[in-house]
């Protein structure tokens, strides 16, 4: 017998070659011309990825799974028009920054993030020292790098190295990412205000008008000019009590420096509605010595 009709697998030389992807897939397209006439490419695509039949779910599933299908999306955002591609992944990217910040308020007593919403959320009477001294700009933008990964990733991308022509330090864009995002989220609930209460304090500490401070708070930058006044209240009344232990406190050296001061504000052009008025102030500080 014949040695070579022993081996089931032709010569090398005798195999057909290895057919090209793009030939596998001109051999489906035609046999669903052929075999399915009225069953275009749209409807397959369409049919595979909503269809309930178990067998077509799973092998949906692997595709989908496999890690290619972003880069699948990648090659039809090349080739569909431009606005229309654009319009359906900003859509998307609405959908996806809407959901985050949604579990900061509206949807906060039930959200992933219960407890970060809780932590942005001040009422006048929680202002106190300990949350001026507590407050770091760092670690706000660390929170929202966790709560609001999606958000942070578009605000990178816009404010980012290109036509970046006033050289913008690193620690500047993530200050304005973190303002934005405090922004939004205020103008969103106005009960997520944290970083607003914070912005109304520092205003207020450099004595800027009033009006200022509600065109701010309507841009969603600092709390209202009412809420600033009950915060400071409550900032004072929590000072006191802390001045006031520091104060029975008999293992502690202290010194208490205290002066009166005393001017007229002079009218030159007195009348009955404007006239001389007398400032008695009282300036008092309380050092507390280790």
């Known amino acids: 017998m014949n040695q070579e009709n022993l081996c089931p697998n032709p010569p090398a030389s005798q195999r057909q070659p290895r057919r090209s992807d793009t030939e596998k897939a001109k051999d489906v397209l035609r046999y669903m011309a052929d075999k399915c006439s009225y069953f275009s490419l749209r409807q397959f695509l369409e049919t595979v990825f909503t269809s309930q039949d178990g067998d077509i779910q799973r092998s949906a599933n692997t595709f989908l799974t496999s890690g290619r299908a972003c880069g ?31 579990f900061l308020t509206d ?38 790098m966790r709560v609001t990964p999606q958000f942070q990733h578009l605000l990178k991308g816009i404010i980012g190295k290109d036509g970046d022509e006033e050289n913008l330090t690193e620690e500047m ?31 207020w500490d450099n004595r800027v008008h009033k009006r200022v401070h509600q065109v701010f708070n309507h841009y969603g930058i600092s709390s209202s000019y009412p809420f600033l006044l009950k915060g400071l209240k409550a900032l004072s009344r929590d000072a006191l009590r802390m001045a006031r232990t520091a104060a029975a406190d008999e293992s502690k050296i202290k010194a208490f420096l205290y002066d009166n001061f005393n001017w007229v ?15 008695d102030e009282v300036s008092a500080i309380l050092l507390v010595l280790p």
């Open 265 to 279: 504000s002079r009218a030159w052009e007195a009348t009955a509605a404007h006239g001389n008025v007398t400032h």
């Open 173 to 203: 864009k993530v200050r304005g990412r973190t303002l934005v995002t405090s922004m939004v989220l205020n103008l969103r609930s106005r009960r997520t205000n944290y970083h607003s209460v914070i912005n109304g304090l520092v205003l």
């Open 72 to 102: 699948v999306m990648d090659e039809w955002a090349k080739k569909i028009p431009s606005e229309e591609m654009l319009e359906w992944v900003m859509k998307k990217a609405t959908k996806a920054c809407r959901q985050e910040f949604s």
């Open 107 to 144: 949807r906060a007593s039930r959200g992933p993030h219960q407890d970060d919403a809780n932590f942005l959320r001040l009422s006048a009477d929680q202002v106190s020292v300990s949350l001026l001294e507590e407050f770091k700009l760092d670690d706000l933008n660390s929170r929202y």
